[in-house]
């Protein structure tokens, strides 16, 4: 009576990219970093994005803008570098090749420059204060450690990969249908877990209370130790963004993938962590039993077969307690709903890691991703640096004024930021920015009275 | 009678066509006769405590509604319809004068004009509603039919997950930006779509009586600055007069100001403590009696209520020593604990005298170990809650109410119930301070007593803060 492993074949692997070249060093180090810096770095994208339409020429652009934004650097011996601004992206460049940065954090933008904060702190009154920052959200795989079983920790792999796949999905549609934002930018963090980055005027202006509010709205895990269930969806109906989450992703993501790539259901331990969120004892028992009495039969689908007994269960109607009512959703929100970390979200001052940094700890870069496509996304192929140093070698010389990003893995990522998210965007912002001088001039005129 | 020619109000409100639900922002600027000063803001003050009391019987929205509803009819209208609107502002505005003065003045008219708001508020007909949305500058647009069509099962799903009411087809929902309502963003309490909350119209109400309140708040403080810096000398022989008799007349939430107290001698204190006292001040009576000791905070609670009572300080000063004395000696009593009762009663120190605590303090109250204060419906278990209401006299049926009550921890209408069960009859007012409590015992024993009392006429040689009162109760059969 004993219930079978299903044997778990898979091995745990660690991310270290591909290597081209077996005399190049694996992933990192500060000299191939120097010269990523020195060649394929995007400055000028970077600085227009920062920029929003400030760096152009028109009688409304905000000239102080981009030296407001914070940056920091933590460089290599851990020695962290804060509320460094620039003032063009010929100094961004400067400062970023002098330093040679092994992470850059972009910051918000505050109501003076950061760098001169000191000289507005006599004046008492809360002069020095952030005054825009981008809608953002950090997803880490490592929070769903306790619901995947092929990895843990910093690794990751194709079996847990599509946990971030659909916390993408989730999140973007509702940004974009439910708080009408347009302009967001998804990012590879180069090692576990997917940054996003909302950059619409709107967003751009919202006060923690509003940012806390939306995170908020996206959070359904309430994790701790003391609580064996930690999705708790009360109520007779669930909201509609929940609905449109479990019938869009995450019921095709758990029934198609995760129950088979996760062995949800392979062994008894395994099954007891199922069964525990399932709030009536008599139903638990009764699979608990069933379950146990198993002795033959393919152990290829025995998380599907297992699966349909516990939805047939309850959803039976035969059962009729307390908190039933919504426990198979609950039971697949567990294990695939997305997990944010709350903090990130809610404060403007909070920093966030700059797209195109190399993660010092896996060599790859942060790369944007598609969410149209982002099923496609694979993190065991983003380009590392030291592949990317090999293309560049190995490319032979372009013609001058070329983007030697142009040459690598790079240039796709690059043009991607560009077309999808950086254009979009400035075109937008220009609009904005002449709509609203358009306006104001508009007033004034109607204010004077001959 | 000197018939006063009322004077041609410039223009009403309704005239200008402002919404028929005032904000009361600015003070009007209308001539109002003085009478009509008193009698609106009396009306009104029937309406709040009506309130009051329908909010601490537990009554549910819909009753409230009903409530204010005929409350306002009953008290609030005038002969004069284009007077209606007028008797409103300037009834508001009189008692934000009087209820300005203190804090728990200022909380009470806070919460009760807040209430009357919101339910006149779901009163309103919809295109008064939208006004009101319009003056408050809140971005509200009404969601037209045919956009309702399409997203209505949206709608009803949110009310379902958050157990609401299902949208009927004339239900009124505003699409309002979603930044403006973010604790119902938070909440998944709204359907969000494009930017845009789509609010439901109890939703609504929460919102703009969030509005009102905190409008209100900050005036009050307002007020009460200006009557202690300019009003209240400025109008010494007019307006102030009225202002301190109308806190005077009628039952505030506090008994700080002088009213019609009896008085109470010594050798009636422990008759008195078994038939009129309250379970919380019974509990410290009887806990003085055994322990001859009481901490801090149970000499606070007890000691201002027997003063309230009509203890006079050489009386509570002998009651005090009695039992103080057995435990730790009349010296150290004279040295440690004198003092502080001097001190209550405004003879020590900077001569504050201190006000008899209400329900609503006693319940914020917490005992720790060794204390008898706070109120025993909250505090005690069950067990002794039961035992202490037996030996007050309550019946077994009476006692399955009143726990019913503590269980849904309507701690005021508990002691109503006990109140009523063991004097037994009605106490409509319900209990909203433990001297109310003595005083409306004291009026039903004394009629039932059918006897001819004379309370003692004071020859206390220490000046008072507030006149006594000598009664002599006659009787008329």
Known sequence: MVIEEAVNGRDDMLIDGQMADQDLPSGFNPNFLKLYYAKLFPYGDIFRWMSYGNDGKHPACDKSYFSRRELSFTLENDIYLRFLSFNSVSELEKGIREKCPFKIDIGPVYSVDPAKRHAYAQSGENVFKPVERELIFDIDITDYDDVRYCCSGADVCLDCWPLMTAAIRVINTALRDDFGFRHILWVYSGRRGVHCWVCDGKARRLTNEQRAAIADYFRVYKGSENSKKKVSLTGHALHPFLVRSYTEVLKDLFEQTLLSSQQIFSTEDKCEKVLEMIPDESVSAELRGRWQKRSSGSKDNINAVRWEHLKHTLQSGRHKGQGLRRCVEEIVFSFSYPRLDMEVSKHMNHLLKAPFCVHPKTGRVCVPIDPAHCHEFDPTTVPTLSQLLQELNSGGMGQEGDNDWDRTSLGESVRFFRSSFLEPLLKSCKEEMESAYNSKLQQSKNSMTW | ?477
């Open chain 2, 1 to 477: 009678m000197e018939i006063v020619r009322r004077p041609q109000l410039k223009s009403t409100a309704i005239d200008r066509g402002v919404p028929t639900l005032p904000l009361y922002r600015s003070a009007p600027s209308l001539e109002v006769r003085l009478e009509d000063f008193e009698l609106y803001a009396i009306d009104r003050l029937r309406v709040l405590t009506g309130i009051s009391d329908g909010l601490s019987r537990g009554k549910r929205p819909e009753e409230m509604e009903k409530l204010v509803a005929e409350l306002w009819k009953a008290n609030m209208r005038h002969p004069q319809a284009s007077e209606v609107m007028n008797k409103d502002i300037i009834s508001h505005f009189v008692l934000r004068l009087v209820y300005c003065r203190t804090e728990d003045l200022r909380k009470w008219f806070l919460s009760m004009e807040t209430a009357l708001f919101r339910y006149r508020f779901r009163l309103q007909t919809a295109e008064a509603q939208r006004a009101v949305l319009a003056e408050f500058q809140l971005p509200y647009k009404a969601v037209t039919t045919s956009e309702f069509e399409v997203i209505k099962d949206k709608l009803t799903l949110v009310a379902r997950s958050i157990n609401q009411t299902l949208p009927t087809a004339d239900a009124i929902f505003y699409k309002v930006p979603f930044q403006e309502v973010p604790e119902l963003v938070a909440g998944r309490r709204v359907f969000l779509s494009d930017g845009y909350a789509y609010v439901a119209m109890n939703q609504v109400v929460s919102l703009v009586a969030t509005q009102f309140r905190s409008l209100l708040s900050k005036a009050l403080t307002l007020t009460n600055r200006k009557w202690m810096s300019t009003i209240r000398e400025q109008e010494k022989d007019r307006l102030t007069p009225i202002v301190e008799a109308l806190s005077m007349s009628y039952v505030g939430p506090d008994y700080s100001v002088g009213r019609e107290f009896g008085e109470l001698s010594l050798k009636d204190i422990d008759n008195v403590a078994k038939s009129s006292f309250p379970l919380c001040m019974r509990h410290l009576f009887d806990k003085l009696r055994e322990d001859h000791h009481l901490k801090h905070w149970g000499r606070m609670q007890l000691g201002l209520f027997l003063k309230g009572v009509g203890l006079k300080l050489d009386d509570a000063l002998a009651f005090w020593k009695a039992e103080f004395s057995q435990k730790v000696g009349a010296e150290r009593f004279d040295k440690e604990y004198a003092y502080s009762i001097r001190h209550n009663y405004g003879k020590e120190g900077k001569r504050v005298d201190y006000t008899p605590y209400s329900c609503q303090k006693i319940i914020s109250l917490t005992p720790s170990v060794g204390d008898h204060h706070g109120c025993p419906y909250r505090h005690f278990s069950e067990e002794n809650l039961r035992a202490a209401l037996c030996k007050m006299g309550v019946n077994s049926g009476g006692v399955e109410d009143v726990m019913d009550k503590v269980r849904h921890k309507h701690y005021q209408l508990a002691c109503t119930l006990t109140f009523e069960a063991i004097h037994g009859c009605p106490n409509d007012a319900g209990i909203n301070h433990p001297n109310q409590y003595f005083s409306d015992s004291q009026k039903i024993l004394k009629s039932k007593v059918k006897c001819l009392r004379i309370s003692f006429l004071l020859t206390s040689v220490i000046d008072w803060e507030f006149p006594p009162i000598s009664t002599v109760h006659s009787l008329h059969p």
